[in-house]
């Protein structure tokens, strides 16, 4: 069962476009995770939203929680080919541990 | 400062073998987890430990033991491998429950 859908899988861009990834539940999750992973390579933690609305800004990535804390979105603005990579998101459960839900993952292809 | 570290980087089985991953972190985390990632299915947690001498079942246990006798080192067996085992294997740690998690570079694994 897929807790976590990430849309799309797959995006191809220009260079200086901008772009809207989106991670959507029927779960409340105690916070909402964005990862990068680059090929051969483990994922990297790019933030965590906590707070139902809550907005955080990475120099042109702005990410979004909702206020319901089931859905979040990744917006990047004037894409560059240094943001070609897998971006995934993760739902967060504290129940002994910190258990993670992934999504499927957002394929991102940044086109010079 | 390594961080997390697998090994090995590749294996190849042939079904009904049995191997054990290691995965070693230097960051003294007392939380450390094991996923797999295979496509369009995004990370799912196998187990995962709280501390030294302790394991616990995650989303996908069947098939996989875990062993977490010192406090830097987790290990993954599998007893009888199976094709459908064939996946990029993760680990990650923390430090504690609310913690971020730092993935290793994965472990390819291919049961033929």
């Known amino acids: 069962t897929q807790l976590l859908e990430q849309s799309p899988q797959f995006l191809s861009i220009q260079e200086g476009e901008n772009l809207t990834v989106y991670c959507n539940s029927s779960s409340v999750f105690s916070s909402l995770q964005w990862y990068r992973q680059e090929p051969g390579e483990g994922p990297v933690l790019l933030v965590t939203?906590?707070?139902?609305?809550e907005v955080k800004k990475l120099k042109r990535l702005t990410f979004q929680f909702g206020d319901a804390r089931k859905d979040s979105s990744l917006h990047i603005t004037a894409a560059q080919p240094g943001d070609t990579g897998l971006y995934l998101c993760?739902?967060?459960?504290?129940?002994?541990?910190?258990?993670?839900?992934f999504g499927q993952g957002t394929r991102l292809t940044i086109n010079p | 400062n390594a961080g997390v570290t697998q090994t090995p980087k590749f294996r190849v089985l042939k079904t009904g073998q049995s191997m054990t991953l290691l995965c070693a972190q230097d960051?003294?985390?007392?939380?450390m987890y094991w996923y797999r990632q295979d496509p369009g299915m995004g990370l799912r947690l196998i187990h995962y430990?709280?501390?030294?001498?302790?394991?616990a079942k995650g989303e996908v246990p069947d098939g996989y033991n875990v062993s977490r006798l010192k406090k830097q080192n987790f290990l993954l067996g599998l007893e009888s491998a199976a094709p459908s085992q064939t996946s990029v294997y993760f680990c990650?740690?923390?430090?504690?429950?609310?913690?971020?998690?730092?993935f290793g570079p994965g472990t390819r694994l291919t049961v033929l």
């Open positions: 430990s709280v501390g030294e001498g302790t394991t």
């Open positions: 960051m003294n985390h007392e939380y």
């Open positions: 993760a739902g967060a459960r504290f129940q002994g541990a910190q258990k993670l839900v």
């Open positions: 990650a740690s923390s430090y504690s429950t609310f913690g971020t998690q730092y």
């Open positions: 939203v906590v707070t139902g609305g």
